[in-house]
């Protein structure tokens, strides 16, 4: 998801990888996301973060309908309290 400034100038793109995986053996899959949310440390970085963790959710919650495991990681540049840390959490 790109974030634009007012003159419609792209000043963040959102990184996140989305992977499943099928183990061959057993059929199983499992689902691997990794991001790098965004890095400002202001109240526009925090609504930034959240919003951003909140896709993150969205698109897991259809991921995992068939997956048996999940894993998340990345750097959310959030410290605890800030909704995108307890959205992941």
């Not at 919650?61 to 410290?79: F, R």
Request: one cysteine or more; proline letters at 0%.
């Amino acid at each position: 998801a790109d974030v634009r400034d007012e003159d419609g100038t792209v000043v963040h793109k959102s990184k996140m990888l989305f992977l499943q995986l099928r183990i061959v053996a057993t059929g199983d899959h499992v689902v691997i996301v990794n991001c790098h949310l965004d890095s400002r440390k202001n109240k526009t970085g925090q609504a930034l973060r959240a919003e951003q963790s909140e896709l993150i959710l969205s698109k897991v919650k259809e991921l995992a309908k068939t997956a048996s495991a999940l894993i998340i990681c990345g750097d959310m540049n959030a410290e605890r309290g800030e909704r995108c840390h307890d959205n992941i959490l």
